[in-house]
């Protein structure tokens, strides 16, 4: 099975940078994603990774250290409308490749 | 861009009622799922279909059942709708091959069993 661990809630001030840390513990890795998600709205895409180490794109960069269990996205000169849930997921090797989420940071920017 | 449609996106039925929430996608994606979306749970995978009327159970597969008749098109139907049911549910699609897998979701039907 997969567990998924981050935080649940996280503020911020516009400009600021922000890291929002993902744990898991998994009995087969395929890769990592983040997801935002506006109130009321599905999720988006952010970033994939599937080797160690830091994915940059734009203001958002994301990490991964398969040995460790733990990912990071990186949030960098804060808008306020970066204000939203962003979601871990873990992707299984599996017919459909299916992820499992974590429950979501809300991330609050501030101004 | 890739669309994901869902057929509604409020519903109001009553329980003991059969529900059928419809999902389309237009990319030619073999992966499709249903999740549902509850406060403080996050998605929980319900159903999902790797192929035309292959389907397999997600982690919460209890009260729901699924239909995949066409590529493009996957329907989750609640037997007998309960209130414990109430929730967003959101369709999602995917590649089954190649090296980026994200999944697309769609803007959710918001379900409320009365």
């Known amino acids: 099975g997969q567990n998924i661990d981050q935080p649940t809630e996280m503020t911020a001030t516009e400009g600021a940078i922000v890291q929002i840390n993902c744990t898991y513990q998994t009995s087969g890795f395929n890769g990592l994603f983040w997801y935002q998600q506006h109130a009321g709205e599905a999720p988006t895409f952010l970033s994939y990774n599937v080797l160690d180490g830091l994915e940059e794109k734009g203001r958002f960069s994301s990490f991964l250290s398969r040995s460790k269990g733990y990912s990071y996205l990186l949030l960098k000169e804060l808008q306020m409308k970066d204000s939203a849930s962003y979601l871990c997921?873990?992707?299984?090797?599996?017919?459909?490749?299916?992820?499992?989420f974590g429950s979501g940071t809300q991330l609050t920017v501030l101004p | 861009d890739v669309k994901v449609t869902q057929s509604s996106r409020y519903l109001v039925k009553r329980t003991g009622e059969k529900v059928f929430l419809e999902c389309v996608q237009d990319?030619?994606?073999?992966?499709m799922f249903w999740y549902r979306q509850d406060p403080g749970l996050g998605l929980r995978l319900i159903y999902f279909?790797?192929?035309?009327?292959?389907?397999e159970k997600g982690d919460i597969p209890e009260g729901y059942s699924v239909s995949r008749e066409k590529k493009e098109r996957f329907s989750l139907i609640l037997e007998s709708a309960s209130t414990n049911q109430t929730s967003m549910y959101l369709c999602a699609s995917s590649l089954r091959q190649g090296a980026s897998y994200e999944q697309y979701f769609g803007p959710g039907t918001r379900l409320t069993v009365t």
């Open positions: 990319m030619d994606h073999e992966n």
């Open positions: 997921a873990v992707g299984a090797i599996g017919s459909a490749r299916q992820l499992t």
């Open positions: 279909s790797y192929d035309v009327k292959m389907k």
